[in-house]
């Protein structure tokens, strides 16, 4: 079956500081794949998406991934967080031959001031 | 304004006593979904619709039932919920059912707690 792997369950991490947020999948055949966040006590809206063409794929506020076919990864990185920026992050994963997205089990990024 | 809407938003329940989760979509979407959320495993998938009158099992599906009558609406039925259906509860919708029109818009969510 396939899979998605966050391999942080927590980030935290100071203010300003540039992050990393990780996420791994288990096959490399066609792959559609979403970065979503989730503020405290809210549904989860779309960071950003890979369909295809360039690997760097560029989000909302200042959020960039970047899609590494032979590593099967989608890491996600913000060169400088905020505080706002605390939330839970999930990676989703759709297949070409599958009619259901994946998600991780997501990443709780803290930003300590 | 394009929107998943889930009603009620808090629910508290009894063990036993049958409940219904609605969700409605005014995108024309063709793809509607139920997940539930539980700290530590992310979320799951209960049940999904491809269109009208066609529904999936999910990932999760025991003590579920949805119905598609329409298109616009996905309602989540709990015949009769137990403690471990706590959860947290999300509908979503998107585009089409493959591709790169998979994106999903979710609702707000659903908090239910049985007790």
């Known amino acids: 079956a396939q899979s998605v792997t966050q391999l942080d369950s927590q980030v935290p991490v100071f203010e300003e500081a540039p992050v990393e947020l990780r996420c791994n999948y288990s096959?490399?055949?066609?792959?559609?794949l979403f970065w979503y966040v989730q503020y405290p006590n809210q549904g989860l809206q779309l960071l950003l998406k890979?369909?295809?063409?360039?690997?760097l794929v560029k989000g909302i506020n200042g959020f960039e991934a970047e899609f590494n076919k032979s590593q099967t990864s989608f890491h996600l990185r913000k060169p400088s967080v905020h505080i706002s920026d605390t939330a839970e992050y999930f990676c989703a994963v759709g297949w070409a031959e599958s009619y259901q997205l994946t998600f991780g089990k997501g990443t709780k990024l803290s930003v300590i001031p | 304004e394009a929107q998943v809407t889930q009603n009620p938003r808090y629910l508290i329940t009894v063990t036993g006593k049958k409940l219904t989760v609605t969700c409605s979509q005014n995108?024309?979407?063709?793809?509607m979904s139920w997940y539930r959320q539980d700290p530590g495993l992310g979320l799951r998938q209960i049940y999904y619709?491809?269109?009208?009158?066609?529904?999936d099992k999910g990932d999760v599906p025991e003590g579920y039932k949805v119905s598609r009558k329409e298109k616009r609406n996905f309602p989540l039925i709990l015949e009769s919920p137990s403690p471990n259906q706590t959860s947290l509860y999300f509908c979503?919708?998107?585009?089409?059912?493959?591709?790169?029109?998979?994106?999903?818009?979710f609702g707000q969510g659903t908090r239910l707690t049985v007790v």
């Open positions: 096959s490399s055949v066609s792959v559609y």
């Open positions: 890979y369909l295809s063409g360039s690997t």
């Open positions: 979503a919708s998107s585009l089409a059912v493959t591709g790169p029109n998979t994106e999903a818009f």
């Open positions: 995108m024309n979407h063709e793809y």
């Open positions: 619709s491809m269109n009208v009158e066609v529904t």
